[in-house]
């Protein structure tokens, strides 16, 4: 069987608004009462900037910040104003304006692009922070980021500047991309609460709905059991940004949210550091089903170089080159063998000495559940002289 294109959109979730004219009656005069009253603490200039955006400035990218402080505060000016105030404090102490510009502390080289990085975008454009502290589960390495008080606080800089440049990638406009989505590992996390404690409450002050979704990967049971607990206490919209799941389905609940191309290789993508992204196809295995994917019309001397991943793999996986000559022979090039769960992306290539069609089959047969999985190539001619 041929493979079928799989038509994966983000699962339902609506945003709010940011548009003036869609807001209630109720919340048009609790922005404009905002606006009005943060003029009158700023009239001497200069005027205040969050984010890159002058809130004086009457302007479609100063509503959607306003809009952020309100919603935080289920639009009571008084509170909302209190925030947003006790904000722009903390960043001229803090001197957050300048982070997302400034060069990062070469002492934490380290933890770039392990502990927390921006990686690609979602299906809906959204910029993707991913946040793994499973480094910190070591004592050494602990104690060298975070064993006294001067550590903690270099370390939550640089953790406010990664943020920083994140949200550069936004357009803070009414139609635009207003909000990140924060993928958090729970796999090996330490069980010091100190560093988690001062990030959640440093976000929570100072940087209101700017996360459209919270994923929770890697979730081991006593947390999903804590969170059965006080779930009853959230709100259903907070409830509706949170999204958990148990390791070993890691890669199928990304897939609903991201395109395998755009997800690291670790979590089940076919994302690789330092590699350019090249859109891939996806497709289903159903439960007991084999896919052959056949890429057609390979030249002689040309090379064929080819990432697939299914999530949650267990599955049978095998490659052949099928010469287009019939008196010539299907090569086995990779021989017929078991993916395990746990591996991450396969990347292969092959040359061929005539020319044919190279097989790649994923072959479900012995599993009632069904696969999402994905795949690409690139095939380059043999250079003519």
């Given at each position: ?78 509170d ?34 392990v502990v ?15 946040n ?31 943020l ?55 979730v ?7 969170y ?15 999204v ?17 191309d ?53 599955v ?12 010539s ?10 993916v ?34 994905a ?11």
């Amino acid at each position: 069987m041929e493979a079928a294109t799989l038509g994966l959109g983000p699962p339902s979730f609506e945003e709010d608004t940011y548009i003036v004219s869609n807001l209630s009656s109720s919340e048009k005069k609790a922005l404009q009462e905002i606006k009005a009253k943060l003029a009158g603490l700023f009239k001497i200039p200069p005027p205040p900037f969050i984010w890159g955006v002058d809130l004086l400035s009457g302007s479609d990218r100063a509503d959607v910040v306003l809009l952020k402080f309100l919603r935080a505060r289920d639009f009571k000016v008084g509170d909302s104003l209190l925030m947003l105030r006790n904000c722009l404090a903390w960043r001229q102490e803090f001197k957050a304006d300048g982070l997302a510009y400034e060069e990062e502390d070469p002492s934490l080289a380290e933890l770039e692009g392990v502990v927390t990085y921006m990686h690609a975008r979602d299906r809906c454009g959204r910029p993707v922070c991913y946040n793994a502290y499973a480094a910190f589960k070591d004592p050494e390495t602990y104690d060298r980021f975070l064993g006294d008080d001067e550590k903690l606080n270099k370390f939550l800089r640089w953790r406010v500047q990664v943020l920083e440049k994140g949200i550069r990638l936004l357009d803070l406009k009414p139609c635009g991309v207003n909000s990140i989505i924060q993928i958090t590992d729970l796999k090996d996390m330490p069980k010091k609460r100190q560093l988690s404690n001062r990030i959640l409450s440093l976000f929570q002050d100072n940087y209101p709905e700017l996360v459209a979704r919270k994923i929770f990967i890697n979730v081991p049971w006593y947390f999903s059991l804590l969170y059965s607990m006080f779930s009853p206490f959230l709100t259903q919209r907070t409830k509706s940004k949170f999204v958990m799941c148990k390791e070993g389905d890691v890669a199928e609940t990304l897939y609903k949210f991201i395109r395998p191309d755009d997800i690291p290789v670790q979590y089940g993508g076919l994302s690789r550091h330092n590699s350019p992204s090249k859109p891939a196809s996806e497709f289903t295995v159903r439960g007991g089903e084999k896919v052959n994917i056949q890429i057609e019309g390979i030249e002689v001397g040309s090379s064929i170089a080819w990432d697939l991943v299914a999530g949650g793999w267990d599955v049978d996986y095998s490659v052949e080159f099928v010469p287009n000559a019939h008196d010539s022979y299907t090569i086995a090039v990779e021989k017929l063998r078991r993916v395990a769960a746990e591996e991450e992306a396969i990347h292969n290539s092959f040359t061929p000495k005539e020319a044919g069609r190279l097989v790649i089959s994923v072959d479900n047969t012995s599993s009632r559940k069904k696969k999402v999985a994905a795949y690409r190539y690139i095939v380059q001619k043999r250079p003519t002289n």
